[in-house]
């Protein structure tokens, strides 16, 4: 993912909480990549994670009951 700098204005905390971040959508994409299923509520989340550069299979939950969502995986 390409990494965001942190203005100079920004704080500590603010430019800790951006790695933290770009951590986790890494680690998402890893694991996507390695096979994990993500499952998110409705289109506009799968749109971001694609924007984001999260690719693998990404399941819209948001029009299923539990079982059949845990059915279809």
């Known amino acids: 993912m390409k990494r965001q700098k ?6 500590v905390d603010d430019c800790e909480r951006l790695r933290e971040i770009e951590q986790a ?3 998402l994409k890893d694991r996507a990549l390695g096979g994990a299923v993500v499952l998110v509520e409705g289109r506009r989340d799968r749109e971001a994670l694609h924007k984001l550069g999260v690719a693998g299979e990404i ?12 059915e279809g995986l």
């Open 59 to 70: 399941v819209l939950t948001s029009h299923r009951t539990l079982l059949l969502l845990a």
């Open 25 to 27: 959508i890494d680690e």
């Open 6 to 11: 942190c203005w100079r204005r920004s704080s």
